[in-house]
């Protein structure tokens, strides 16, 4: 496709369940971006892959929440142990260029909608 | 604590009404600077975007913004919107002496009477 995808659209999770969810990023994209965004907020950064390596991860909520992505494209983040407040819709981007300039473009895409009961 | 201000919750306005958005930082340094868009049940969209040059910048659909470094903000306008212009708006800044993230605003959802 030409987009990030995310799978599924939708999840719902009974508190203490594991879950994981997964981005396909568009081709070719050097670097991954997973986002939390809760309610009624704007996105919120959990943490950054630049190829298969994991450059940072200092959003990352607690130590339930852990990603990856072992050959630097597909990657899945997943929730040990969910909890209420994990409630939340979670945002993969992508972007073409790697490095901390920023001057590039992140594409979004639809996020999966995570509801914890 | 660094922050990406956006005053405006929700706005309300009328087809062919003007249209300003504020938003502001609190980030030293250099930073880039983003407005992306959400339409109803769409993704987010960039809309557009500063890097450096000419404050004033211009992006799809007549959206323009005007980088002002003295004021630490990055206003988002529109000269006169559409009813297909209701959607959520988000700031965002990359700040470059912090890590590669984007630090979103809380949005502004803009709603166009027809």
């Known amino acids: 496709g030409a987009g990030v995808s995310q799978s599924p659209r939708y999840k719902v999770a009974k508190r203490g369940q594991d879950v994981a969810l997964r981005c396909d990023p568009i081709?070719?994209?050097?670097?991954l971006f997973w986002y939390q965004q809760a309610l009624g907020q704007g996105p919120e950064f959990l943490t950054y892959?630049?190829?298969?390596?994991?450059?940072?991860k200092s959003g990352l909520p607690s130590d339930r929440f852990f990603a990856e992505r072992p050959e630097g494209s597909v990657s899945t983040l997943k929730i040990q142990r969910t909890q209420q407040e994990d409630s939340a819709v979670y945002l993969c981007?992508?972007?073409?260029?790697?490095?901390?300039?920023?001057?590039?473009?992140?594409?979004f895409g639809p996020g999966t909608r995570l509801t914890v009961l | 604590a660094q922050s990406v201000s956006q005053h405006n919750h929700h706005v309300i306005l009328s087809e062919a009404a003007s249209l300003e958005l504020g938003c502001n930082y609190s980030?030293?340094?250099?930073?880039?600077l983003f407005w992306y868009v959400q339409y109803p049940g769409q993704h987010l969209q960039l809309l557009l975007k500063y890097f450096s040059g000419d404050p004033l910048v211009k992006g799809i659909k007549g959206f323009e913004a005007e980088f002002i470094k003295s004021k630490f903000s990055f206003n988002l306008r529109k000269p006169s919107v559409q009813w297909s212009d209701t959607a959520e708006y988000f700031c965002a800044v990359n700040p470059l002496l912090y890590n590669n993230d984007m630090r979103f605003g809380a949005g502004t959802r803009l709603t166009v009477k027809p």
């Open positions: 892959f630049q190829n298969e390596a994991q450059l940072d």
């Open positions: 081709s070719g994209h050097v670097s």
């Open positions: 980030y030293g340094g250099t930073v880039n």
């Open positions: 981007a992508s972007s073409f260029i790697g490095g901390t300039s920023g001057r590039n473009e992140q594409f």
